[in-house]
């Protein structure tokens, strides 16, 4: 009898690495998608696995990635994949990574991640993050697998993903006039996986768009995502809010807070990503 798959987090963004210095094996894997592309935040992640491997072998091995900038040059195929990384800098206080999903012989997505020791607790001056407005994870709804209109977002059965009521996008009614472009929350790992910093790649891009509040569809293409890892973040639930701020030609720009079960900023992200609603000419 065949061994079930491992669909853990850890497994579907592991690394090889090949003979060829800076090169490794992987697989992008057909469950951490929404409708059949890979979740953006989910390669991400796979790329800063490899990252960490050149990183820390060039630097301090404790090193965890405080950073990314990442470009969706196209969307991957699900299947087998290569990862070239390039250590472009190493200094005594950190490390620079560069990190290309390459599949046929064309680069698909491009990312450069900073290496850097990562405090735990975090020793914060100022903080000037709006807190997250959100019942408990009780209190909010579990989004389910298939949304309305039949999409398969394969993520959500790997997460616990639970929106406040008041921003759920896929209620049976529209939201009223003046609703902000905003979700909140609670995630995490359906197989109880407690959260990490490489983790948190992935969770910063792990909600729907925040547009759906006010009518968009469900096709919001990343073409360019940072990130920054501020705080290991302690075990349990994470807070997440994704907002969007302006949405103009066919274009927004969402930005997301994570905070951990401590109630501490752990990770923010800033996406820059086309889109549509159903009016739009053409």
Request: proline share 11%; charged share 20%; hydrophobic share 40%.
């Amino acid at each position: 009898m065949r061994e079930p798959a491992d669909l853990s987090f850890d497994a579907t963004t592991s690394v090889l690495p090949t003979r060829r210095p800076g090169h490794f094996d992987t697989t992008v894997h057909e469950l951490w998608t929404v409708g059949d592309k890979p979740n953006g935040g989910y390669l991400q992640a796979l790329l800063g696995r490899a990252a960490l491997v050149t990183g820390r072998s060039a630097g301090d091995p404790a090193w965890e990635i405080v950073s990314c900038s990442i470009t969706y040059l196209r969307p991957p195929d699900l299947g087998a994949a290569t990862v070239r990384t390039t250590l472009l800098r190493r200094g005594r206080s950190a490390a620079h990574v560069r990190a290309v999903l390459v599949q046929d012989g064309g680069d698909m997505v491009d990312a450069v991640f900073v290496l850097a020791e990562l405090p735990a607790p975090p020793s914060v001056r100022y903080d000037g993050v709006e807190p997250l407005a959100a019942p408990p994870p009780d209190e909010c709804v579990r989004l389910p697998p298939r949304i309305p209109g039949g999409v398969h977002v394969g993520v959500m059965e790997v997460l616990d993903l639970r929106l406040d009521p008041a921003t759920l996008p896929f209620a049976d009614s529209p939201p009223p006039a003046g609703t902000p472009a905003e979700l909140r929350g609670w995630s995490r790992f359906a197989d109880s996986r407690e959260p990490d910093p490489l983790s948190l790649l992935f969770s910063v891009d792990a909600i729907p768009p925040a547009t759906l509040m006010i009518g968009s569809t469900g096709w919001v293409p990343t073409l360019q995502m940072s990130t920054y890892v501020r705080a290991r973040p302690a075990p349990g639930w994470l807070g997440i809010r994704m907002r969007a701020d302006l949405v103009a030609d066919g274009m927004v720009d969402e930005s997301c807070v994570l905070w951990d079960s401590a109630g501490r900023v752990v990770a923010q992200a800033t996406q820059l990503a086309r889109l549509r609603f159903p009016d739009d000419g053409g």
